[in-house]
């Protein structure tokens, strides 16, 4: 696989890190988008699209993309507007787009906005709460994660993330008020260490699974949309969300192997079905799935 060739961007707020990855053939640039994952989370699936210029980055305020406005929070539309200065410095006219988790939130915020930039969107399992039969409940228990985090660090708020994330069907009313979890038993701190600067419950969280979606928008966008799950998470709040969204757009799902992080080769410790990923991904690009 070609080395990627690393690049910086000055926007509002932030300097970006993104890198691009030139391809063999003359399909058009495929830009893998996640958030708050870095870029390091797609070595694996970039290496499957060889073919394709594949472009990666780090969102604003992770790793190498360092906020430079102290804000502490981030918005999708921010996002979205981060995403666009990028794909216009790469050059292109327009792109296809493979975006995933808060990445995908992000992304429909892009085609929201900049439809013309992007061909076909894959936004696979966004956390957009708005589109559960259970958002109130959702809500709140994304707003006591959150809450838990600033009062009592990243180990108490990690391990009501997961034990959130994991959960299968619709959260209970009262979730929020059951026994917190053990951050041990994920293997997670349990000290506080004072630091508050965590991309993804400090600095994404809320904004991100209380977005909006400008549903009407992303109906009239030029924009070929597929919304996408796993078939491990079919119960999870994510794969549940994503399902919603679909509905509201007047889609059906596009179901892919394995679980939320499927296209994950080893990064970060995690192992989905990746090949089998990229498989489906290509064959929903190229218009045959």
């Known amino acids: 696989m070609t080395s990627p060739e690393t690049r910086t961007l000055s926007?509002?707020?932030?300097?970006?890190?993104?890198?691009?990855?030139?391809?063999?053939?003359?399909?058009?640039?495929?830009?893998?988008?996640?958030?708050?994952?870095s870029a390091a989370g797609f070595v694996t699936l970039a290496s499957h699209f060889t073919d394709r210029t594949v472009i990666t980055y780090d969102p604003r305020g992770v790793d190498?993309?360092?906020?430079t406005d102290g804000a502490a929070e981030s918005s999708p539309e921010e996002h979205a507007e981060d995403l666009a200065r990028i794909v216009e410095a790469v050059g292109v006219?327009?792109?296809d787009v493979f975006a995933s988790s808060g990445g995908a939130v992000n992304a429909l915020a892009l085609v929201a906005r900049h439809p013309a930039l992007v061909r076909t969107l894959v936004a696979h399992e966004p956390p957009i709460a708005e589109a559960l039969p259970d958002r109130e409940a959702a809500l709140r228990v994304f707003a006591d994660m959150?809450?838990?985090?600033?009062?009592?660090?990243?180990?108490?708020?990690?391990?009501?993330?997961?034990?959130?994330?994991?959960?299968?069907?619709?959260?209970?009313?009262?979730?929020?008020?059951?026994?917190?979890?053990?951050p041990a038993a994920f293997g997670l701190?349990?000290?506080?260490?004072?630091a508050r600067d965590d991309a993804l419950l400090g600095q994404n969280l809320r904004n991100c699974t209380g977005y909006e979606p400008d549903f009407a928008a992303l109906r009239a966008a030029s924009t070929r949309l597929v919304i996408a799950a796993g078939r491990e998470s079919e119960q999870e709040m994510t794969a549940r969300a994503?399902?919603?969204?679909?509905?509201r757009l007047g889609l059906a799902p596009t179901w892919f192997p394995s679980h939320h992080g499927g296209f994950l080769g080893g990064e970060f410790g995690q192992e989905g079905q990746p090949a089998e990923f990229a498989k489906t991904l290509r064959s929903v690009l190229d218009g045959q799935h």
């Open 189 to 194: 701190p349990t000290e506080d260490d004072g």
């Open 146 to 182: 959150h809450e838990t985090y600033l009062r009592d660090g990243l180990g108490a708020g990690m391990a009501k993330f997961i034990a959130a994330a994991t959960h299968q069907g619709e959260f209970p009313e009262d979730w929020a008020d059951g026994p917190a979890p053990d």
């Open 11 to 37: 926007v509002a707020g932030a300097t970006l890190t993104y890198d691009v990855r030139p391809g063999s053939g003359g399909e058009a640039p495929l830009f893998l988008v996640g958030s708050p994952m």
């Open 242 to 247: 994503a399902v919603g969204v679909a509905e």
């Open 93 to 95: 006219e327009t792109l």
């Open 64 to 67: 190498r993309s360092p906020r």
